[in-house]
């Protein structure tokens, strides 16, 4: 059974850094597309970035310069550096694996989903 796990979520000032990590427990992540997204309470999830089975990453224009996906398929993780966060970026950050290799921005196009992680920026 596949699992993902997020770690690294906390409480933070404006301006501070947090890296998210996600492990997966699937034989087959190196294939997988892996996508971040978020969530502030009821509303719909927001893609945040994304990085294919090749390397190609994508990225909510909001964070562009700010964000950094990144995966090491030997230890089946992947990564989200938060850098300068701002207050709107408080939300639950959730990763899924895309089982066609892809980057896409769609939720529906994801898979499978971990239980998400609580980041908090404050002003």
């Known amino acids: 059974q596949v699992h993902l796990v997020e770690s690294g979520g906390g409480s933070v000032q404006a301006g501070g850094s947090l890296r998210l990590s996600c492990a997966a427990s699937g034989r087959t992540f190196s294939s997988y597309g892996m996508g971040w997204f978020r969530q502030v309470e009821d509303k719909e999830f927001e893609f945040v970035a994304s990085?294919?089975?090749?390397?190609?990453?994508n990225y909510l224009d909001s964070v562009k310069g700010r964000f950094t996906v990144s995966r090491d398929n030997a230890k089946k993780t992947v990564y989200l550096q938060m850098n300068n966060l701002k207050p709107e970026d408080t939300a639950v950050y959730y990763c899924?694996?895309?089982?066609?290799?892809?980057?896409?921005?769609?939720?529906?196009?994801?898979?499978?989903w971990g239980q998400g992680t609580q980041v908090t920026v404050s002003s």
């Open positions: 899924a694996e895309n089982w066609a290799g892809g980057g896409s921005r769609r939720v529906e196009e994801y898979n499978y």
């Open positions: 990085i294919t089975s090749g390397g190609v990453t």
